[in-house]
């Protein structure tokens, strides 16, 4: 079992930089993908970000490229993602979550989830 723990959110006012941190715990093993969702108030959750295991690659959604960075430390087994120049509309709460499969952007493709984290951009 794969354990995720959110942490990092809060309050910020749009232009700020803020970045979450989720920890990893359990056997990763069958890991090969961490990816970031997040949902905004009576939205669907969507992607943001996601980093392979295997060789470190990366992908974002169009509406936070530039901006978000997804990273890992393996050592901490830790996966970050900064974001910088936020606005009103990143105002939601964040989710880590852990797949099986080399790439993947939908939330059916990613097995294991945290409880999210609270992120607000005041205007």
């Known amino acids: 079992q794969v354990q995720l723990v959110e942490s990092g959110g809060g309050l910020v006012q749009a232009g700020a930089s803020q970045e979450l941190l989720c920890d990893v715990f359990g056997r990763t093993e069958s890991i090969h993908l961490m990816g970031w969702f997040r949902q905004a108030p009576g939205k669907e959750r969507e992607f943001v970000a996601a980093?392979?295991?295997?060789?470190?690659?990366?992908s974002y959604a169009d509406s936070v490229k530039g901006r978000f960075t997804i990273s890992e430390d393996n050592a901490k087994r830790t996966v970050y993602l900064q974001m910088n120049s936020l606005k009103p509309e990143d105002t939601a709460v964040y989710y880590c979550?852990?797949?099986?499969?080399?790439?993947?952007?939908?939330?059916?493709?990613?097995?294991?989830w945290g409880q999210g984290t609270q992120v607000t951009v005041s205007s």
């Open positions: 979550a852990a797949s099986d499969r080399a790439y993947g952007t939908l939330e059916s493709e990613y097995s294991y």
């Open positions: 980093i392979s295991q295997s060789d470190g690659d990366t």
